[in-house]
């Protein structure tokens, strides 16, 4: 079982950038699927997250407004608009059986991560 993201890369302040997960197995479908990032020295924290049929989204207060979640079967996305220095990190794909799995603010009840990719926003 694999997640692989795609889309990371180097930005000015105020672009954008469109991260993508795909999932090795259709199975994913049915999962809540999120992201999380992470800098150096720094735990893990919770971005968004999506249910498996899309109908709810879930974002951290530091991105709402500016990042968007959405998936098409086992294919999720986050569309990052208005980046900031402050969102540089490795954006980490995730999934879980249950969208609270993704939001509960712990990155221990995770199921299955990505690999990550690296976001970089420069000033």
């Known amino acids: 079982v694999q997640l692989v993201e795609s889309g990371g890369g180097l930005v000015q302040a105020g672009g954008s950038l469109r991260l993508s997960c795909a999932a090795s197995?259709?199975?994913?479908?049915?999962?809540?699927m999120g992201w999380f990032r992470q800098n150096p020295g720094k735990e893990r924290e919770f971005v968004a997250a999506?249910?498996?049929?899309?109908?709810n989204t879930y974002y951290a207060d530091s991105v709402k407004g500016r990042f968007t979640i959405s998936r098409d079967n086992a294919i999720v996305y986050l569309l990052m608009n208005s980046l900031k220095p402050e969102d540089t990190a490795v954006y980490y794909c995730?999934?879980?059986?249950?969208?609270?799995?993704?939001?509960?603010?712990?990155?221990?009840?995770?199921?299955?991560w990505g690999q990550g990719t690296q976001v970089t926003v420069s000033s």
């Open positions: 995730a999934a879980a059986p249950a969208s609270s799995r993704l939001t509960s603010g712990s990155s221990n009840q995770v199921d299955y």
């Open positions: 197995e259709r199975t994913f479908s049915r999962y809540a």
């Open positions: 999506i249910t498996w049929s899309g109908a």
